[in-house]
């Protein structure tokens, strides 16, 4: 029997006009119904997205760097009017994409997007890194870690502190050949100077008082695999020649004499602080900033990636509420547009506090809104006037007034009056039903037995009326069913 390749359609609410039953005789095809759209499955060969629209739904965009090179149609309705400029643009910032119209021809197979539009890790690989690829300057971050993972070169991070240097050290280690190796983190800035070199070298017994036995020092329990060196800038300057030593001969001196112990690993060292600076001032040797700067990353704050803002908070809110042992909750789609909005000076180490305090306090309610993440209208307030009282060239902006963690109001759903001519009742109750089902399905991202707890309905009872009401064809779950 040969088997067809699968199209996944995405129709954002539109009448199929049974087209799907006429593709079949090329495609084996999946629909999706949801006003919303899904991910299309694993093995899809072709994702057709119906367009509706100026502008593409805020889904589409968050879900273009998990499908890598699948090839997108999007398709229009023959009796669409001519698409203008602005409507081409927008949905073509999406991606390379193709157009075509719907009607009874099938899309043809073979369709590819233009090359070059594709990061080098997809969203799900990153994410199993604990990163986020969806920004141009996260890509430009996840090309470099990709290529130094293929080699032992030294890497230098640089960024701010909380933009998660030591995340992206860690995924060059899991990407490389060495990934069965050890990890060794070492925080140069948190051990005391007179111990930082025994830590790092080892030392042989009786090299000073207390040395009662030989000790290897990370460098040693790091071979085959990875030392992290977070805060180098901190190092004092004899430590920095021992360091040097080690990068240019690939081996160890411990402490107290002996022979040099040779070691084969991958350095990886991070700063918050402008090292060259160092190197002006005296305090950093420049010979080794020259070592250390063979593949340098600058990592960029939050504030410049904020469409990456969405899929962190979700990200942390799954993990928190599994470190905590608690129900997992969802974020009300008010609060997206919120927190991209937020400065966040502590940059991704702020926001993931900022969610797991949002969870714990938010005690059993399912459902986490603007009025939650309040605390941060006065922290941000209190950080912004102390950047302003310090004259500094990079204040932060003016913060947000406390009205904007305040949900609106939504106005009224039974404010209605009854027409002269009458109305269908179980028509305009199907309509409420389907508003209802639809908004607690976009609250909970399509998981369904969340949605249902939020209109107080067990699970079977939603999917009944899922069908009822022809939101979706009624499938297995892939949603997280918490």
Same mark, same amino acid.
């Given at each position: 029997m040969i088997q067809l390749p699968r199209l996944h359609w995405s129709t954002l609410g539109d009448?199929?006009?049974?087209?799907?039953?006429?593709?079949?005789?090329?495609?084996? @095809?999946?629909?999706?119904?949801? @006003?919303?759209?899904?991910?299309?499955? +694993?093995?899809?060969? !072709?994702?057709?997205?119906?367009?509706?629209?100026?502008?593409?739904?805020?889904?589409?965009?968050?879900?273009?760097?998990?499908?890598?090179?699948? #090839?997108?149609l999007l398709a229009l309705q023959p009796e669409s009017l001519a698409l203008d400029l602005k409507t081409l643009v927008e949905w073509g910032s999406l991606g390379s994409m193709r157009w075509g119209v719907l009607g009874p021809e099938p899309p043809m197979p073979?369709?590819?997007?233009?090359?070059?539009?594709?990061?080098?890790?997809? /969203?799900?690989?990153?994410?199993?890194?604990? !990163?986020v690829g969806a920004s141009v300057a996260m890509q430009s971050v996840l090309a470099r870690a990709r290529a130094a993972a293929a080699t032992r070169a030294t890497v230098l991070l640089l960024g701010e502190s909380?933009?998660?240097?030591?995340?992206?050290?860690?995924?060059?280690? +899991?990407?490389?050949?060495?990934?069965?190796?050890?990890?060794?983190?070492?925080?140069?800035?948190?051990?005391?100077?007179?111990?930082l070199e025994s830590e790092l070298f080892g030392y042989n017994?009786?090299?000073?008082?207390?040395?009662?036995?030989?000790?290897?020092?990370?460098?040693?329990?790091?071979?085959?695999?990875? @030392?992290?060196?977070?805060?180098?800038?901190?190092?004092?300057?004899? /430590?920095?020649? +021992?360091?040097?030593?080690?990068?240019?001969?690939?081996?160890?001196?411990?402490?107290?004499?002996? /022979?040099? $112990?040779? $070691?084969? !690993?991958? $350095?990886?060292?991070?700063?918050?602080?402008?090292?060259?600076?160092? $190197?002006q001032d005296g305090t950093f040797r420049e010979d080794l900033f020259y070592r250390l700067e063979v593949v340098p990353i600058t990592m960029p704050p939050l504030r410049e990636r904020r469409e990456e803002v969405p899929f962190l908070a979700q990200h942390f809110l799954n993990r928190k509420a599994r470190e905590h042992g608690l129900y997992p909750k969802a974020?009300?789609?008010?609060?997206?547009? !919120?927190?991209?909005?937020?400065?966040? #000076?502590?940059?991704?180490?702020?926001?993931?506090?900022?969610i797991e305090r949002a969870i714990v306090l938010s005690g059993t309610r399912p459902v986490l809104t603007r009025e939650d993440f309040a605390?941060?209208?006065?922290?941000?307030?209190?950080?912004?006037?102390?950047?302003?009282?310090?004259?500094?060239?990079? /204040?932060?902006p003016a913060p947000m007034a406390a009205s904007a963690f305040t949900s609106p109001q939504p106005a009224a759903a039974y404010g209605m009056d009854l027409p002269p001519e009458g109305l269908d009742l179980n028509q305009v109750v199907s309509e409420m039903e389907k508003t209802l089902m639809l908004q607690s399905l976009a609250i909970t991202r399509g998981n369904k037995k969340r949605a249902a707890d939020l209109l107080g309905l067990k699970r079977t009872t939603f999917l009944e009326k899922m069908k009822r009401l022809d939101l979706e064809e009624i499938e297995p779950a892939t949603a997280e069913e918490g």
């Open positions: 009448d199929t006009g049974g087209l799907e039953h006429r593709w079949a005789a090329l495609w084996d @095809i999946t629909v999706d119904r949801g @006003i919303s759209p899904a991910l299309p499955p +694993r093995d899809v060969d !072709l994702w057709v997205i119906s367009v509706k629209g100026a502008w593409p739904p805020p889904e589409l965009n968050r879900m273009m760097a998990e499908v890598a090179a699948l #090839p997108i073979g369709l590819r997007p233009r090359s070059g539009t594709t990061t080098q890790l997809s /969203a799900t690989q990153a994410l199993a890194f604990g !990163l909380g933009t998660g240097k030591e995340v992206i050290a860690r995924a060059i280690h +899991r990407m490389s050949a060495d990934a069965s190796g050890p990890f060794v983190a070492v925080h140069c800035g948190a051990i005391p100077e007179n111990l017994k009786g090299a000073f008082t207390d040395a009662r036995k030989d000790t290897p020092g990370k460098f040693r329990e790091a071979h085959g695999g990875t @030392i992290f060196l977070d805060e180098v800038g901190t190092m004092p300057l004899g /430590a920095q020649v +021992r360091l040097l030593r080690v990068l240019q001969e690939r081996e160890v001196q411990p402490l107290g004499g002996g /022979a040099p $112990v040779k $070691v084969e !690993l991958r $350095v990886v060292t991070a700063s918050n602080v402008d090292l060259w600076k160092k $190197v974020l009300h789609p008010s609060v997206d547009p !919120l927190l991209m909005a937020l400065p966040w #000076p502590g940059n991704v180490r702020q926001l993931e506090n900022a605390f941060l209208a006065e922290r941000m307030g209190e950080m912004t006037s102390a950047g302003s009282a310090a004259g500094s060239a990079e /204040a932060l």
